[in-house]
C-alpha cells in the first residue's frame, strides 16, 4: 500500500527525565514573572514570548536541542538519506501554562514545517476532553469512510492526551486546537516551530 495523501501526527518520547522537568518548570515559572505574554491562540493561559530557545538558561536550551534531533529522526524516517547538516534549521519556542480553563483556539502554523508541543506537566484529569489537543483533518471529505473504516485517517478530526514527557509533532498546516483545562493543577507544554532551509552550497 501507498499512502497518496496523509497529514502525519507522530508522538515521541522525549526521553527527559522527571528532575530536569522539576528545573525545567522552576525556570519557566521564573520567567513568567518578567513576561506579561502574548495573547495569541490562548485563552485564559500564559503564552511566553517566542524567542525561547534564544535564552541563556541551559534547560531551554535542552528542550530545543531535543526538539530539534526529534524533528531530524522524523525526517530521517522519511528519507533515510535525509543529512540534517545540510540545513539551516531555525526553531522557534514558546511556553504555555494552561491553569483551570484554559485553553487555546483553532490555529495553524504558517511559513513553518513541522510544529511540535513538548509536554511538561500534564494534569492526570481525564475526565471529558481536558487538556485535550485535537487535529482537523485538512481533507474533509473522507467522513462517509471514516464511518465504515474508524481510526485509519479518514476521520474529520483526532483527539490525543499526550503525557508529560512526549513530544507531538505534526505538519505545521495542520489545524489544532486544545480543550479546556479541566484540572486545578496548570497544564505546561513547550511548543515550537520549526523550518528547514537548505544551506547554499559555497
Ligand atoms: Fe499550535
Given amino acids: 500500500m501507498q499512502l497518496g495523501f496523509s497529514s502525519p501526527i507522530h508522538l515521541v518520547e522525549s526521553n527527559l527525565d522527571g ?28 503564552h511566553s514570548a517566542s524567542d525561547l530557545f534564544l535564552k541563556k538558561e541551559e534547560t531551554f536550551q535542552k528542550v530545543c536541542t531535543t526538539c530539534a534531533s526529534s524533528v531530524a529522526s522524523i525526517m530521517k524516517s522519511y528519507d533515510s538519506k535525509f543529512n540534517p547538516d545540510l540545513f539551516d534549521a531555525r526553531f522557534s519556542g514558546w511556553i504555555n501554562v494552561n491553569p483551570k480553563g484554559g485553553s487555546n483556539i483553532l490555529h495553524s502554523h504558517p511559513n513553518s514545517h513541522w510544529s511540535g508541543v513538548l509536554y511538561i506537566q500534564q494534569p492526570t484529569e481525564v475526565d471529558g476532553f481536558s487538556g485535550m489537543i485535537e487535529f482537523v483533518n485538512p481533507n474533509q471529505e473522507g467522513r ?5 473504516l474508524p481510526k485509519f485517517g479518514f476521520d474529520n478530526i483526532i ?20 480543550y479546556p483545562n479541566n484540572s486545578t493543577e496548570d497544564r505546561i507544554t513547550i511548543a515550537f516551530n520549526s523550518l528547514l532551509l537548505k544551506k547554499k552550497k559555497t
Fill in 144 to 148: 462517509e469512510l471514516a464511518k465504515i
Fill in 19 to 46: 528532575t530536569f522537568f522539576e528545573k525545567l518548570k522552576k525556570d519557566i515559572y521564573s520567567l513568567r514573572k518578567n513576561d506579561s505574554g502574548s495573547n495569541i491562540s490562548n485563552n485564559l493561559g500564559w
Fill in 159 to 178: 483527539r490525543i492526551r499526550p503525557r508529560t514527557g512526549q513530544i507531538v509533532i505534526f505538519p505545521s498546516y495542520v489545524l489544532h486546537s486544545v
